[in-house]
């Protein structure tokens, strides 16, 4: 056979062997077909559909059921679920069923989206996983088993923690800062294995990949003047495909004169790759963003490629294949090498060059981030008030298959939005558009499953006679979604000051507070102290009191009083402290300096200490014109300089009561302003003394408005402390674990650099004290100085890039946000016990539902509390209403059949337990925890039976058996954490620290 043109080239250049020296190849190359279809950035997920997606399906099912050589790996669910429920034909089911048994077509990842690692809460990754796992399983009975989490912006050490209790063999990431993956490369370590929990043994350790410089996608091909490499399909185009069949940017075809550069392109690129990883088998991603509309096209011409490439396998030793990530991964496995390992340490922020840290999007679309994780609460509230309702009573007038109908409506609205372009805030602006009605919508179906569920057990439908009450009143259900005891203070708008409020029983309720609203001056906000067991309720009835409580023996509300400190302009030096006016509770004394109308210095009784706290409102300017230097967009943050004060004056009230004292500082951005730019509101609450009140005693409630800002802004709240911090920040992966933060001095962008995501908490703290800060949505978050953090809580911006103009992807935010926060400070050993508990009461907050009183309200109905031990969090309670069985062979037997689906099995109940302490972090809490199911969930009627399953459900436990990978550490469990993993027996199960333990609970049928 004659050597063709480019082979010989190739050897001139050293980049093969000599002609005929082999017999076995050298570098197996695994080509993998893949399309990277984003759920929302530029496009909506209808555009989308309506573009590319549903031929992409189309396509590729055809092409690969002409030839047996071709494979391709499938990625987002949302897209491929709409195309099977919508657009496939029986016949094209029938082929794709066909293909995934061929292992020709693999569902990699298998979750709703390729989920963002920076700013999403792990509750809602384990969701969007387990969405898209029951799906699969459903339909095909296949699990998911290798990762494809090639675009998000950074890599937390959650995600692969996750993947592993899911049952998955390897994990891929791509995006980690631009100097390590160098580094990385040049040392043959882009392949390890992570143990992404330093508290879970390392069965819950993963193989892990980083792909390389080139990522999921091609080196531009210069020497052929193409733009992209190997995409014969071209360029997608909106809002359909053109008449003519040709896209923009379709690339020359594969022909005797073309067929030398492709090969010799294709060869030189495995030969580089080749030498940054260990084994002689070579990962070839072979697609990028919206390809393989047209896959027959793309096949055909690289089907030559490969062809070419393989003849002269006994001379340039490369042999080229299609490939799925299943058939890479077990190449690499069987080599049996021994791997690096890597802790738990992330891979945030990420930089993809010196003025390129993304860490903008911790921040942007503040708003949004703010109604997926509201969104979320309410889903988890909704899913155990329904399992409830359907366990424990007949179902009078509300169909159950609607209520399911509702939460999977909001199941898949919080799902989509954790795509790494949906919550993040790097998308389009009608694409944010799209994921807000999605979510709202969502919503509103679960808050009318809610309704419904309080209907159904009015007294009206339960045969019970109602309390009678005079109408203009309200009637007020509360749920308290935790499965522990929440004592809190609920707040209620009302339009009248003297009300009167009397418990299910009739009972006065004595503890309640009335006093001016802070957003509507016509209003008023009732506070109210509950106590509610573990998902439970409570109900009040709250009307208009009458003129004389003391005939009618009514407790007299309290109206709070309201201290007035005017305008106070900035100061720029001098003394300070000089006037402070305490603000107390049973934990804490907050003094505020009437000078500057500042906060001045916090004292928290557990240790008897003083810490200086200031907070204050600054920006970081931006700079708007590409030309003229790095800019800050959706993804990045280039500060043009230090942050600077965002006001001049601030007014200050301070409204106190028996139950709740309340701080409002608003802040003027001139002095003139007649509104105010930015707010805190502070809150400080009294509760009963004891375990009762502790999480209410040891916080400081606050909440900000920011906005509308000025261009080209980004703001911050920055908290200044006297704490000796060293400039050490901590901050959490995703609400799951904390990672430690040192400040890091780099030549560039140093400040962009040492921001970091909190999704849920993050802390300074020196060897006396730590401030914890508790947060209900993902910000950024620094600590520029010592003794100082700053959370990022909005930003504006706009510039004149081209590309971004085009796409409308930009930032010109002019909304106003209201995050909160929740301030703990104390001793470590204080704070600590109680954060992650504190850090759930903030995000799960009881569920106040309220409605005009028509005369009558509700009496009691019987409520079994559902209560857990401290340290373990009922992460989910569901009734998922899936249709196949938990006996694998039983449900593949099933599938094979063609069997009609059975209906939702709703005595199935998904139950999630998670462990909230890391090994040592308590000396009690840190403990294992063995608890009976049947026990704890009594109250909900009677368990049957048991199964430990995997993460997202679709393994039984006892039949799991992942890959393991030798390993260069022979220690495998970290902490104290070698306690033995059995397999539960019975009802009763041990719950070790960070430990996930998914369960199916079956419940007899009434």
Request: a negative charge.
């Amino acid at each position: 056979m004659e050597p063709r043109g480019w082979l010989p080239l190739l050897l001139q250049l050293g980049l093969m062997w000599p002609l005929g020296a082999l017999s076995e190849p050298r570098l197996r190359v695994f080509v993998v077909p893949h399309s990277h279809m984003d759920v929302g950035w530029l496009h909506t997920v209808q555009e989308s559909m309506q573009a590319y997606v549903t031929n992409v399906y189309n396509s590729v099912v055809e092409a690969l059921t002409l030839e047996k050589k071709r494979k391709f790996i499938a990625v987002e669910q949302e897209y491929f679920r709409l195309w099977w429920d919508g657009v496939a034909s029986d016949g094209q089911k029938g082929q794709v069923r066909q293909l995934v048994a061929e292992g020709r077509l693999e569902f990699v990842l298998g979750g709703q989206v390729m989920h963002d690692e920076a700013v999403t809460h792990f509750d809602d990754q384990i969701l969007q996983l387990t969405e898209g796992h029951s799906f699969l399983y459903e339909t095909f009975g296949v699990r998911p088993q290798f990762s494809w989490q090639v675009d998000p912006f950074g890599a937390s050490s959650t995600t692969p923690t996750l993947l592993a209790l899911a049952g998955f063999n390897a994990h891929i990431i791509s995006r980690i800062d631009y100097n390590l993956k160098e580094a990385m490369q040049d040392n043959q370590q882009l392949q390890f294995v992570w143990r992404g929990s330093r508290s879970l043994s390392a069965q819950q350790e993963i193989f892990t990949h980083v792909l390389d410089q080139f990522g999921y996608w091609l080196v531009p091909n210069t020497r052929l003047s193409l733009s992209e490499g190997f995409y014969w399909d071209g360029d997608p185009v909106f809002p359909g495909p053109p008449t003519d069949g040709l896209y923009p940017s379709m690339e020359i075809p594969v022909t005797e004169d073309t067929i030398p550069s492709f090969s010799s392109l294709l060869v030189n690129n495995v030969l580089a790759r080749a030498t940054w990883f260990r084994t002689p088998h070579v990962l070839w991603p072979w697609g990028c963003d919206r390809q393989f509309f047209n896959a027959s096209l793309q096949f055909t011409n690289m089907d030559r490629v490969m062809e070419e490439v393989n003849k002269f396998t006994y001379q340039h030793g490369i042999s080229v294949q299609y490939a799925t990530l299943g058939n890479y991964f077990q190449a690499v496995h069987t080599h049996q090498l021994s791997w690096k390992v890597r802790d738990h340490q992330d891979f945030l922020p990420y930089s993809s060059e010196i003025f390129h840290a993304w860490t903008g999007f911790y921040a942007s679309r503040s708003g949004l981030k703010g109604l997926a994780r509201r969104a979320s609460a309410l889903l988890y509230a909704g899913e155990s008030m329904f399992t409830r309702y359907v366990l424990l009573a007949p179902h009078r007038f509300l169909d159950p298959a609607w209520g399911l109908q509702q939460l999977q409506q909001l199941r898949w609205a919080v799902s989509e939005v954790q795509h790494h372009d949906a919550i993040t805030g790097t998308h389009a602006v009608k694409v944010g558009d799209m994921f807000v009605e999605h979510l709202s919508t969502g919503m509103q179906g679960v808050h009318k499953l809610m309704a419904s569920i309080i209907q159904d057990r009015s007294p009206a439908n339960s045969g019970t006679l109602p309390m009678q009450t005079e109408p203009g009143g309200h009637f007020a259900v509360v749920y308290n979604p935790l499965a522990w005891t929440v004592t809190t203070i609920i707040t209620l708008t009302v339009g009248f000051p003297n009300v009167s409020i009397t418990d299910e029983s009739g009972r006065t309720v004595p503890a309640f507070q009335v006093q001016s609203s802070k957003e509507m001056p016509s209003a008023y906000d009732l506070h109210v102290l509950t106590t509610i067991p573990g998902l439970s309720y409570q109900h009040y009835s709250i009307r208009p009191s009458r003129s004389s409580q003391e005939a009618t023996g009514e407790t007299a509300p309290f109206v709070a009083s309201t201290q007035h400190f005017g305008h106070r302009l900035r100061r720029r030096g001098g003394q300070v402290g000089c006037h402070l006016v305490p603000v107390e509770n049973d934990c804490y004394t907050v003094f505020l300096d009437t000078d500057t109308n500042l906060m001045h210095s916090i004292w928290e009784r557990w240790s008897n200490r003083t810490v200086r706290v200031t907070q204050s409102f600054m920006e970081y300017h931006v700079k708007s014109d590409v030309n003229h230097g790095p800019i800050s967009d959706n993804y990045v943050f280039t500060p043009s300089g230090k942050a600077e004060p965002a006001w001049e004056a601030v007014r200050m009230e301070i409204v106190e009561g028996p139950l709740v004292t309340e701080i409002r500082q608003y802040f003027y951005r001139e002095v003139s302003d007649s509104e105010p730019t930015f707010a805190i509101y502070s809150r400080l609450a009294r509760g009963p003394q004891g375990s009762d009140g502790e999480l209410l005693c040891h916080r400081i409630e606050q909440e900000y408005r920011a906005g509308p800002l000025e261009l080209n802004r980004e703001a911050i709240l920055r908290t200044s402390t006297d704490l000796n911090t060293g400039r050490v920040l901590h901050s959490d992966n995703n609400g799951f674990q904390m990672q430690r933060r040192p400040y890091r001095q780099n030549m560039w962008n140093t400040i962009a650099r040492n921001y970091y995501p909190m999704v849920q908490s993050a802390f300074i703290e020196d060897l006396p004290s730590r401030l914890v800060l508790l947060s209900e949505q993902a910000h950024g978050v620094s600590s520029q100085g010592n003794g100082q953090v700053e959370v990022m809580l909005h930003r504006r911006l706009w510039n004149n890039d081209k590309w971004a103009l085009d796409n409308d992807l930009t930032l010109n935010d002019s909304s106003v946000v209201h995050p909160v926060l929740w301030l703990l400070l104390g001793p470590k050993t204080l704070t600590s016990g109680l954060s992650q508990r504190s850090g759930l009461a903030l995000q799960h907050r009881p569920v106040v539902m309220l409605r005009e009183m028509n005369g009558e309200v509700g009496g009691p109905f019987s409520s079994p509390a559902v209560t857990l031990p401290s340290s373990v969090h009922l992460q989910i309670l569901s009734i998922p209403g899936w249709k196949y069985s938990s006996n694998h062979t039983q449900h593949l037997r099933t599938l094979q059949k063609g069997e009609h689906k059975p209906k939702a099995d709703l005595r199935r109940v998904l139950l999630r337990l998670q462990h909230l302490y890391e090994v040592d972090q308590d000396p009690v809490l840190s403990q294992p925890v063995t608890v009976n199911l049947r026990s704890v969930l009594g109250g909900l009627g009677s368990v049957v039976s048991v199964e430990e399953r995997s993460l997202t459900g679709t393994w039984d436990m006892r039949m799991m058996s992942r890959w393991t990978w030798s390993t260069r550490d022979p220690h495998r469990h970290r902490g104290n954490s070698s306690w033995p993993l059995p397999l539960p027996r019975g009802p009763t199960v041990t719950i070790y620290p960070k430990e996930i333990q998914t369960f199916f609970i079956h419940f007899q049928e009434q």
